[in-house]
Nanobody, 125 residues
């Protein structure tokens, strides 16, 4: 059974940082490309970052480029999202997603992929 469990969310002040983790089980992580999504109330789901399986190529949404960094540790079955210079508009439920194979673009990931339940990020003073 495939499971994705996110952690690391919380309340942070504007300008602060958080590091999200997503631990995956029930699959061979090295064969999967991974993505981070977020969804805020009343807004559409947004794919903010992805990392490919083989060569770890990354891509970021325009709204987070230069502030967020996605990485993966296949040995630990974990993918990370380092979020710096956080803004109130970054507040959302963040969840990770896994798609079998090699994918390098945000547009490849969608609702048919494996996903976790998410971790809440709130940026507020």
């Amino acid at each position: 059974q495939v499971q994705l469990v996110e952690s690391g969310g919380g309340l942070v002040q504007p300008g602060g940082s958080l590091r999200l983790s997503c631990t995956l089980s029930g699959l061979s992580l090295s064969e999967y490309s991974l993505a981070w999504f977020r969804q805020a109330p009343g807004k559409e789901r947004e794919c903010v970052a992805c990392i490919s399986s083989a060569d770890r190529r990354t891509e970021y949404g325009d709204s987070v480029k230069g502030r967020f960094t996605v990485s993966r540790d296949n040995a630990k079955n974990t993918v990370y999202l380092q979020m710096n210079s956080l803004k109130p508009e970054d507040s959302a439920l963040y969840y990770c997603s896994a798609r079998f194979g090699y994918y390098t673009g945000l547009g490849f990931f969608g609702p048919t992929d494996y996903r976790g339940q998410g971790t809440q990020v709130t940026v507020s003073s």
